[in-house]
């Protein structure tokens, strides 16, 4: 049996599917602590607040070009703003997240602000792994984030340090938090 918001194959209706993509849009912008207003500005008026509202809350569908534009004023990868796929099967296993290793002695805080600022090869290395675990965690809030011990061997590898000298490179290179 479906569920109302379901068509007889247990496909969302779009009215749904959009509500969903609202949900999703409205997340990430809250993410980024951004106002509808600052998204406004910030964009020089090509994001209006009502209509962005109206995404947001499922009333006006948006089109694909707009939406990758929308991507790009956020800085995330233009998928993390649709709703994820709950199908039959969907992730158990590949989008399980392990928090097993989050006590406070087993992770690092990196400020993404500053890794903005540096250049060479090395950062540029570094943004492309930290951001891809943005993407799996979906967290774009783009001003910090914790990194687990298990994330911290490719660290070193791109760093061109040992495990334990990894927390000490990244403070001498002022990325490291202390939280």
Do not use: K, W, Y
């Given at each position: 049996m479906t569920s109302e918001s379901e068509d007889a194959d247990g496909v969302l209706t779009a009215s749904d599917y959009g509500k969903r993509v609202g949900e999703r849009l409205r997340a990430i912008r809250r993410q980024k602590?951004?106002?509808l207003q600052d998204v406004e500005a910030g964009s020089t008026q090509e994001f209006k607040a009502s209509v962005l509202g109206a995404y947001e809350r499922g009333e006006r569908s948006i089109s694909v070009p707009r939406l990758q534009r929308l991507a790009r004023f956020y800085s995330v990868p233009v998928d993390q703003?649709?709703?994820r796929d709950e199908g039959p099967g969907f992730g158990e296993?590949?989008?399980?997240?392990?928090?097993?290793?989050?006590?406070?002695a087993s992770t690092v805080t990196i400020d993404l602000t500053r890794l903005e600022k540096l250049g060479g090869p090395e950062a540029d290395m570094l943004t492309r792994f930290l951001t891809m675990i943005q993407v799996q965690?979906?967290?774009?809030?783009?001003?910090?984030?914790?990194i687990r011990k298990d994330d911290l061997r490719a660290i070193a590898a791109i760093l061109g340090t040992g495990v334990d000298a990894t927390s000490n490179k990244l403070?001498?290179?002022g990325l490291s938090l202390r939280l």
């Open positions: 602590r951004l106002s703003l649709l709703p296993e590949e989008h399980a997240v392990d928090l097993s290793d989050r006590s406070p965690r979906q967290d774009f809030n783009g001003r910090m984030i914790t403070q001498q290179l």
